[in-house]
């Protein structure tokens, strides 16, 4: 049996026996030879086999084969309860204390071992956590120091990716207890490294990767629920508005901004979880610096970088990256309505919140426009959204949902107490129609009710919260809406130019003939039990809210 000490070719034989067998041989039907501390002490040496040999591939290659071991043992004792490799993985842990020798590598040059030690402590760090409710004493405060002290480099970023990495794992797995035990552990060094690096500028390239990482950070403990992890969001909303027009490099502002976005639609971690659990007043004060920010001019900072293309023609809003673009204005849109949805209780702010809501509206139209985001008829500021969304389709609902409760928020004297023909021309100018909305969605499927069916059944979009808003709108403004359907009319007739009423049915005949058509199909496979919920209220509102 080789030594701990053994030369890296010895160690690499005894750990490819090792490994081989282990390949076959999961649950531990077939024990190797070695007992359960010889094999512990190899792996040892195994993951210390690339010190002495700092120039040497294949020393480096013997660290990441223990490493690999040490994962896999500890994936087989979770899933499988194989008990000889739980007593090998019991030794290395609490005999040898093998994290410890493993965060000592969070520094190595070598880039692929520093990464394979923060995997394998990350998943130790974790049986532990299982087994034991504990916490990994050296892990914690390895990772702590660095979070208060360390400066951005490969030290500091091994660290953050390691914390993230167990988060998430215990965010994903709902385990809420550690998961409060970790952010209340954390929350304050999260703290101080995000109040260090996040106002970092151009010119600081270094920090590209640290900054990134530390992003990734604050999503997860956004995502988390616990008492600490969605407020550090909200608390340097500023820093990361900022840094979408000033991070060290393009795409480090552009995961800003989907953060943002993110963190505001109560999504973070949405790409691992589906979902997060932010609080409504983290997302308020999230809003209340997103306008503090665009009516101090942020817009202006935003960067804006070309699009990337994987094949095809690209976009069709001109040559500005349509990702920041949507993030960018939905985190305002969803800013202005948290906005209005604060002032609506207090009668002597309605107005006021009205005025600036306006205001910042106006201000995302004119960004839009001169980043190329410019529609067929430039008057109409209801085609900048549409046009903008077309590709997206949970974004598309999320803007259009927003934008309806602006509209039914916005006060009343200001436009529903006017005419007919003065309340659509002041939403319009405002850019939150929501008729005219919804008939650029029903242009946009190409008038098809099957995939306004798709959308009804699909939980990756609020398709269902909107369309039963919108219909309960349209029941008490069909007049609305038949000034909206003359307006579409006019523009793709003549781009813009107004004609009679009695030549401008086209879009209210197919608007109304897709609304017919899925109500009977949403009918139909509701009376026959195929429709994956209770559609009676959905039914009631495309009846009652027929435009004709």
Request: aromatic share 6%; hydrophobic share 45%.
């Amino acid at each position: 049996m080789a030594s701990p000490c053994g030369s890296p070719p010895q160690l690499a034989a005894v750990l490819a026996q090792l490994y081989e067998l282990f390949s076959v041989n999961a649950d531990a039907t077939r024990r190797p030879t070695q007992d359960v501390e010889e094999l512990a002490r190899a792996i040892l040496g195994g993951v210390h086999a690339h010190r002495g040999h700092r120039q040497d591939g294949a020393a480096a290659d013997v660290s990441c084969l223990a490493l690999t071991l040490i994962c896999r043992m500890v994936a087989a004792v979770t899933s499988h309860g194989a008990h000889f490799y739980r007593d090998v993985l019991e030794v290395l842990l609490r005999d040898l204390d093998v994290v410890s020798h493993m965060v000592a590598d969070f520094g190595c040059e070598d880039q692929l071992v520093r990464h394979m030690a923060a995997k394998s402590a990350s998943a130790c760090v974790l049986y532990q956590l299982q087994v034991s409710g504990e916490v990994n004493g050296a892990w914690r405060g390895t990772c702590e120091r660095a979070l208060l002290h360390f400066p951005a480099g490969p030290q500091l970023d091994a660290r953050l990716w390691s914390l993230t990495c167990v988060l998430r794992k215990l965010v994903r797995d709902e385990r809420q207890e550690a998961v409060r035990t970790l952010v209340e552990t954390f929350a304050a060094s999260a703290d101080a490294a995000a109040a260090r690096f996040l106002r970092a500028g151009r010119g600081h390239e270094g920090v590209a990767d640290t900054f990134c990482l530390l992003l990734d950070l604050l999503e997860v403990l956004a995502a988390s629920g616990a008492a600490s992890g969605p407020r550090l969001t909200s608390v340097h909303a500023a820093a990361l508005l900022a840094a979408v027009g000033r991070a060290p490099r393009y795409f480090v502002g552009k995961r800003a901004a989907l953060l943002l976005k993110r963190a505001m639609l109560r999504k973070a971690g949405e790409d691992w979880l589906g979902a997060s659990r932010e609080a409504a007043a983290d997302v308020g004060r999230l809003a209340v610096a997103t306008l503090d920010a665009v009516a101090a001019d942020w817009l202006a900072s935003v960067r804006v970088g070309s699009p990337s293309y994987f094949g095809g023609a690209g976009g069709r809003i001109g040559r500005c990256d349509a990702v920041v673009l949507r993030a960018v204005s939905l985190l305002v849109i969803k800013s202005v309505q948290h906005h209005l949805m604060a002032h609506h209780d207090d009668d002597d702010d309605d107005d006021a919140g009205a005025g600036e809501a306006g205001v910042h509206l106006a201000r995302l139209w004119l960004f839009l426009r001169e980043k190329g985001v410019r529609p067929p008829d430039e008057r109409h500021d209801c085609a900048v959204l549409p046009l903008l969304f077309a590709e997206q389709d949970d974004d598309m609902m999320e803007a259009a949902k927003a934008a309806l409760i602006i509209f039914l928020r916005l006060s009343r004297e200001r436009v529903c107490g006017r005419d007919d023909s003065a309340a659509g021309h002041a939403s319009c100018a405002a850019g939150c129609n929501p008729h005219c909305h919804f008939l650029f969605l029903l242009r946009a499927v190409g008038w098809d009710h099957r995939i306004l069916l798709d959308f009804l059944v699909s939980a990756e979009t609020c398709f269902l919260e909107y369309l039963l808003r919108y219909l309960r709108h349209l029941r008490s403004d069909r007049r609305g809406f038949a000034a909206s359907c003359r307006r579409l009319d006019a523009e793709e007739r003549d781009g813009g130019e107004r004609r009679p009423r009695r030549r401008s049915r086209r879009t209210r005949a197919r608007a109304s003939a897709c609304l017919v058509r899925l109500r009977l199909l949403v009918a139909r496979l509701h009376r026959n039990k195929l429709f994956p919920y209770k559609a009676d209220a959905l039914l009631r509102l495309l009846t009652q809210a027929s435009p004709d």
